[in-house]
Each structure stands twice: as C-alpha cells, then as structure tokens.
C-alpha cells in the first residue's frame, strides 16, 4: 500500500535560520500533498498544500516543492520563529480518493530563541 | 462552539469496559473522520463517514464499533480494548469528500487502556 516516509524526526534550528522537512512517497499515483502543523497539545491544523500540477508553492515564510519524478516533496520554513516549533506532518493522496490521506510519521520542530 | 468538539478529553479504562468517545462539528460539514494518533506513529485513518455512510473502514478491529447518527456528530463505541489501544483519537471534519476539502480536527481524546 502506499507508505509515506518523513525526515527528520526531530529538528532544532537556531531563530531566524531556515527549517527543512522531506517526505517521500510510494504511490506514483499520488498528486495531492497536504502539510499539517501541530502545536503542543493542539489539533493538526493545514498549512500549505500542493497539488501535482505544481512544482512550488509559497505562503509568507513557508514553501513546498515537489518533485513528482522522485516522489518526494519538502516544506521549507524561512526565518524561523518561536511560535514555529510544532510537530509537522506531511500526507500524500491521490485525488479521486483525497479522504484517505497517508501521512508521515512527523518531525518535531524546535526553534531555538 | 465553534470548530470540531470531542469529549471526553480524556479517558481511562479497563479492558473490560465499555465507553464512548463523541465527536461533534459545527461547521455544516458531510463529512466525518476518525483518526488515531500513536506516539512516534503517523496518523492512521480509522473510519470516514459521508452524509452518515460510511465509506472507509480500515482494517480496524471490530473492538472498535463508529456511529454517525446524522452529519453533525460521530461517535466511537469501545469495547473490551487492549493496552496498545492507548492513544490519542481525533476527529475530523471536511466538507465534502474530495481534494479540496481541507479536514479540520478536532482536539482529540487521549485514551489510556489499563
């Protein structure tokens, strides 16, 4: 079945250097790709997303890059601040069944002040 | 309130125990997920529920029993669950079934099986 795999697990960056997530997919089949941030305690909430058309996509200081011919896709955070330590959670889908999301196994952002 | 509600937030109980774990959404969604979220895990899809039908059931053990008595509230019914059990389930919404419905979740329940 289609498995998605995030690294790293943990991160620790310094305030204000920039964060990077990869995750990387085994469905070929696969062309939505949402990204899920969850602070302590709290519910996962959607970030940013991007659909297989894309190469890029950006939102103020988050980005995703996919590269459909290696089948991974990354999130990119410019200019870390505190209130980004989360844990992240990538997912990859295929559209006509885009309920089913398989998600990763998470990385554990921590900006250090 | 606003959002997706689940209550209890927090449960403990014996493997011989029965319990209920209910999520409501008040945002006019048809559709409703059951998520299970183990430390070092990724989240794992357990049932998905649109207009009240379900349309996904993963491979989840019959000890685990969902409800969905109209698009507002689902419920997950436990009966005689094992220590492995013990996790955080969190609901979720979303519009409709399809990509561009993003799933908004709930703050989940944090089950301990003693």
């Known amino acids: 079945g289609e498995n998605v795999e995030q690294h790293p697990s943990t991160l620790s960056v310094q305030e204000g250097d920039s964060a990077v997530i990869k995750c990387t997919y085994s469905?070929?089949?696969?062309?939505?790709f949402p990204w899920y941030k969850q602070e302590l305690g709290k519910r996962p909430q959607l970030i940013i997303d991007?659909?297989?058309?894309?190469g890029e996509k950006k939102d103020q200081r988050i980005a995703v890059t996919l590269n459909k011919t290696a089948k991974h896709f990354s999130l990119h955070i410019t200019e870390t601040q505190p209130e980004d330590s989360a844990v992240y959670f990538c997912?990859?889908?295929?559209?006509?069944?885009?309920?089913?999301?398989?998600f990763g196994s998470g990385t554990r952002l921590l900006v250090r002040p | 309130e606003t959002g997706v509600t689940q209550t209890p937030r927090h449960l403990v109980m014996g493997m011989t125990n029965k319990k209920s774990l209910k999520c409501e959404q008040h945002?006019?969604?048809?559709?409703m997920y059951w998520y299970k979220q183990s430390a070092k895990k990724p989240l794992e899809l357990m049932f998905v529920?649109?207009?009240?039908?379900?349309?996904e059931n993963n491979s989840v053990p019959s000890r685990f029993s969902p409800e969905c008595p109209n698009s507002s509230h689902l419920f997950l019914h436990l009966h005689t669950l094992q220590p492995e059990d013990s996790a955080l389930y969190l609901c979720?919404?979303?519009?409709?079934?399809?990509?561009?419905?993003?799933?908004?979740f709930g703050p989940g329940t944090r089950l301990t099986v003693l």
């Open positions: 979720a919404s979303s519009q409709m079934l399809g990509p561009s419905n993003e799933q908004f």
């Open positions: 469905d070929s089949a696969s062309n939505y």
């Open positions: 991007i659909r297989s058309n894309v």
């Open positions: 997912a990859a889908t295929r559209m006509d069944s885009s309920y089913k999301l398989i």
């Open positions: 945002l006019g969604h048809n559709a």
């Open positions: 529920y649109s207009l009240e039908e379900r349309v």
